[in-house]
Structures are given as structure tokens and as C-alpha cells.
């Protein structure tokens, strides 16, 4: 499907039809599960928008494997379906947006739910701020009653939207919408992977660490047609977000496990060195439930922290030079540490064993002591399994 090529204002649009891919300048891609009772109204109302605007288009529909009427639809009004085998939001967009011939490529949700009269403005939007990306956004625009669940609204979108403005500085006001315009070349440096609907996040954060730019235009949302089965699963699909944001932020897990982790053992020697102390008669500290909590916190701290180091084998990101030097730590180091941690642990059983038995193996008294000693094992027994399993997948990332 093709329309006219999109001019400036100042000159009168051509009244020619380009009818070769190298003249089109916007792939439009619906992506496709299902969806004959609202795709053919998607489709007209993208093509009033697109040709009211003077653009030059085609409309591409990623089928991920339809059962009902969805491809004789899309194809008889004249688009071109592309069929996806592997499953998945993401998976159908990535190859929508491979088969586009355009030099940009816009897409959205093809349930009727979002603005698509709006497509020719975002279009424009990417065009006149020579933007890598522009966002149709939900949140600055007019959301009709019973369009978006409640926890999406003023839960879900915001939040994810707060941590990768956060986290990676952006200036977004939704991103989890499903309506944008993207620049082929630039997205194709981002090299997108995801299959499901963490597509969307990733597809912003890629951009905001390359540097790209992004603009958005106020749009809105829909209510979708009674009785339709929503492709997204809140919790599933909301983790998939947070797991993925947080994947590419190894630096967030190194540095708060690191200093959680320095903290608690810093506190626990303290407490092992002072014994329980009174601050102004009132407070009473560095006694065993003080030491029970630090050396949960140690724990917890070395596990994020192991954790941010395991990141690190997939990102690009630069470690603290301890981190590097744990990664590329020398096999012979690790089963040292290894060893020493199995007969640590094996020493502590055996003067238990041995104080137990010179106590008539009666109530021992030896908690003050003994946690403090667990403390500093249970950081080595996190750290030689945490390394050994970091090893073991970089051995599998080689």
C-alpha cells in the first residue's frame, strides 16, 4: 500500500504515486494475533492519516500466527503480511520492522485501542526534530474511562517510566506505549532482541545509551471492544519490564551490594569487638538480635552484589575495578577459595562439635561468638558459590 510522499507545507503536495519500495519513506507495522474484529478499522484509520498527511507508506502486517480472518483481511486492503512463527509482541514487531522498506517505521497495537488519526503528527514530530524516535503518549493525553486498568495506570506505566528516566535519563512521560515512529538505521545500531512485551522498554533504554533522540506528542487511549481477551498479563509481562530494565543496570546491583555488604561487616566487627553497649541508657545495641540482622544484611548485600557482577557479562557498561578483577579472577585463586571456604565451614562444625562435647554435651553459650565467625563464613560461602557460578557463565558467554 503506498500514498504520497509527505512535502513541506510550503509547496503543494504532488498529486504522483511512488510504486517502488525505494520511494517509500514509512513502513507502518501492525503487529498480529488474532484480530479480525478490529484490524480492518486500524488499517483505515492509519490510511486516512497517513494520506491526509502526503506520506509516502505502506503498511505491513507481522502475522504471529492468526487462526480467524486476520491475513485475507490485511491483504485485501492491500497490505503486506508477514508471517511470524516464533511468539510473542516483540517477536512479530522485530520482524515487522526488519520487512519494512521505509526509512522510518511506526507501529502499534492493531485492537483499536490507540489514536492512529494521530499517526501523520507523529510522523511529522520525527521528521521535524529529526528524531530517532518519537512516542505517542498515553499519559499526556486523553485516556477514555475504562481504556486503561487502574494499576497500569497509576502504578504500573508510572513507575517503570520513573525507573528508566532514573536510571538511564530519559524524560519520558509513558513508556510503555505501543504507538511509536522510529528511524530504521538507528534502530538497527540498537540490535533489539527481546520476543516478548518488554520490547517496548527495551527498545527506550537501548535508545536513551546510544544517545538517540527522542521527542513525544501528546495522543491518548481507547477503550478496546467488549469481550476482547488482552494479549498482555499484568504481573507476567510487568516483571518481564523490571527484569529487563534492571538487566541493564548492572551497576545499580554493584554498587548498593557493595556498599550493603561492606556496611553490615564493618557494624558485625564492631559488635564483636565492643559486645552490646547502651547509648544514653536507652538504646541497646550490638547485642545477638543486632548481629542476627547484619548478618542477614551481609548476606543480602553479597548476593546483589554477585549478582551486578553477573550482569556485567552481558553489558558493555565499565565495572569497578574490583568487580573486573572478580570476573577475570585466575582459576587457581578460585578453587583455593573454594577450598578454604569448605574447611572454614568444616573447622566451625568442629570446635561446635568439640565445645559441645567438653561442655558434657549440655547448653553452649557461644552465640556472641559464633555470629561473628558465621558472618565472615557466610560472606565466603556466598562469594566462592557466587564466583563459581559467574565463571561457569562466562565460560558459557566465550
Known amino acids: ?58 503498511i505491513v502486517v507481522a502475522d504471529n500466527g492468526s487462526q480467524d480472518r486476520s491475513r485475507e483481511i490485511a491483504t485485501s486492503m492491500g497490505c503486506r503480511v508477514v508471517p511470524v512463527a516464533e511468539r510473542g509482541y516483540g517477536a512479530a514487531l522485530r520482524a515487522g520492522i526488519e520487512a519494512g522498506h521505509g526509512n522510518y517505521v511506526m507501529f502499534a497495537d492493531s485492537d483499536n485501542t490507540y489514536l492512529y488519526e494521530d499517526a501523520a503528527r507523529l510522523y511529522a514530530a520525527a521528521h521535524e526534530h529529526s528524531a530517532d524516535m518519537a512516542i505517542a503518549s498515553r499519559m499526556t493525553g486523553r485516556i477514555a474511562p475504562g481504556a486503561m486498568p487502574f494499576l497500569h495506570r497509576w502504578a504500573g506505566t508510572p513507575v517503570l517510566t520513573w ?37 517496548a522498554s527495551e527498545l527506550l533504554i537501548k535508545a536513551l545509551k546510544c544517545g538517540a533522540k527522542s521527542v513525544e506528542i501528546p495522543s491518548g487511549l481507547r477503550k478496546g471492544p467488549e469481550g476482547r481477551v488482552a494479549h498482555l498479563r499484568t504481573w507476567r509481562d510487568g516483571m518481564r519490564h523490571l527484569l529487563f530494565i534492571f538487566s541493564e543496570k548492572p551497576g545499580l546491583f554493584e554498587i548498593m551490594g557493595f556498599i550493603i555488604l561492606l556496611l553490615a561487616t564493618i557494624l558485625q566487627i564492631t559488635a564483636f569487638i565492643t559486645g552490646p553497649i547502651s547509648v544514653a541508657g536507652i538504646f541497646h545495641i550490638f547485642d545477638m538480635h543486632t548481629q542476627a540482622l547484619l548478618l542477614l544484611s551481609g548476606i543480602f548485600g553479597a548476593q546483589f552484589y ?10 558493555k557498561d565499565k565495572p569497578m575495578s574490583l568487580t573486573q578483577k572478580l570476573i577475570y579472577l585466575d582459576e587457581s585463586v578460585l578453587f583455593f577459595t573454594l577450598l578454604t571456604t569448605v574447611g572454614g565451614c568444616l573447622g566451625l562444625a568442629g570446635y561446635i562439635g568439640a565445645q559441645w562435647s567438653m561442655s558434657g554435651f549440655s547448653n553452649l553459650n557461644l552465640a556472641h561468638n559464633l555470629l561473628f565467625w558465621c ?3 557466610a560472606l565466603f560461602v556466598t562469594f566462592s558459590v557466587g564466583l563459581l557460578g559467574l565463571h561457569v557463565l562466562k565460560k558459557a558467554h566465550a
Not at 520511494?23 to 491526509?52: G, H, K, M, W, Y
Not at 554477585?306 to 553489558?315: A, H, I, P, T
Request: net charge neutral; charged share 20%.
Open 306 to 315: 554477585l549478582f551486578g557482577c553477573m550482569l556485567f557479562l552481558q553489558s
Open 1 to 58: 500500500m503506498i500514498a504520497k510522499r509527505m512535502v513541506p507545507q510550503s509547496q503543494p503536495a504532488k498529486s504522483e504515486t511512488f510504486e517502488t519500495k525505494d520511494a517509500i519513506d514509512l513502513s507502518f507495522v501492525f503487529p498480529c494475533l488474532n484480530e479480525e474484529a478490529t484490524l480492518a478499522t486500524c488499517i483505515q484509520q492509519v490510511n486516512e492519516s497517513l494520506r491526509s498527511g502526503g506520506v509516502s507508506y505502506e
Open 163 to 199: 525507573l528508566i528516566n532514573r536510571l538511564f535519563n530519559g524524560r519520558l512521560s509513558d513508556c510503555n506505549s505501543g504507538f511509536r515512529c522510529i528511524r530504521k538505521s538507528a534502530y538497527e545500531i540498537w540490535k533489539i532482541r527481546s520476543n516478548g512485551m518488554e520490547f
Open 375 to 377: 558472618h565472615i563464613l
